[in-house]
T-cell receptor
Framework: NAGVTQTPKFQVLKTGQSMTLQCAQDMNHNSMYWYRQDPGMGLRLIYYSASEGTTDKGEVPNGYNVSRLNKREFSLRLESAAPSQTSVYFC???????????????FGPGTRLTVL | SQKIEQNSEALNIQEGKTATLTCNYTNYSPAYLQWYRQDPGRGPVFLLLIRENEKEKRKERLKVTFDTTLKQSLFHITASQPADSATYLCALDDGGFQKLVFGTGTRLLVSP
């Protein structure tokens, strides 16, 4: 099993450009998440999807959109990138149907995004 | 306001000693708390989960305590090794199904 995979690993954008970060998991997890991690700020939740077909805003959703394409895939889109969106982006997944709601989250390797 | 606080200064200890990391929170009533390890350039990795009705949890050289009165969790690594050097994050549930709020993490450096 590959776990949680993310593409691309690195990306440089110019202000105003758009891009989509891809995430996929092969653990049959119901829930998926997008975080950003900035120095001194810790991990902050951007959007999450509790189950296939649903998405909800997290702590810092402005400037982002998401799509839960199917149970495996959860993408994050930046429509018009800004320098403030320079960060490391992590996708995570958790929760197998029928088990405890206290499941741990499994993280991908991250995407390092720089917006010039 | 809601806050999760971890010591932002790195913790330096010698190999073989016990490392103790602290996680304090305010204005949350978590049903559980989790600890993760993060190595440079990688995603966090889950270590331990402790529920609100559990005082202590152990896994090999790791021990976590959870005091809901003090609103504090302590994370201990006994017989620490240089390979334990990493950043350790605490996370607690945000009242939503499997939504977590993370602390900023404490960097642990174990010297030989």
């Amino acid at each position: 099993n590959a776990g949680v995979t993310q593409t691309p690993k690195f990306q440089v954008l110019k202000t105003g450009q758009s891009m989509t970060l891809q995430c996929a998991q092969d653990m049959n997890h119901n829930s998926m998440y997008w975080y950003r991690q900035d120095p001194g700020m810790g991990l902050r939740l951007i959007y999450y999807s509790a189950s296939e077909g649903t998405t909800d805003k997290g702590e810092v959703p402005n400037g982002y959109n998401v799509s839960r394409l199917n149970k495996r895939e959860f993408s994050l889109r930046l429509e018009s990138a800004a320098p403030s969106q320079t960060s490391v982006y992590f996708c995570a997944s958790s929760g197998v149907a029928g088990l405890s709601s206290y499941n741990e989250q499994f993280f991908g390797p991250g995407t390092r995004l720089t917006v010039l | 306001s809601q806050k999760i606080e971890q010591n932002s200064e790195a913790l330096n200890i010698q190999e073989g000693k016990t490392a103790t990391l602290t996680c304090n929170y305010t204005n949350y009533s978590p049903a559980y708390l989790q600890w993760y390890r993060q190595d440079p350039g990688r995603g966090p990795v889950f270590l331990l989960l402790i529920r609100e009705n559990e005082k202590e949890k152990r896994k090999e050289r790791l021990k976590v305590t959870f005091d809901t009165t003090l609103k504090q969790s302590l994370f201990h690594i006994t017989a620490s090794q240089p390979a334990d050097s990493a950043t350790y994050l605490c996370a607690l549930d945000d009242g939503g199904f499997q939504k977590l709020v993370f602390g900023t993490g404490t960097r642990l450096l174990v010297s030989p």
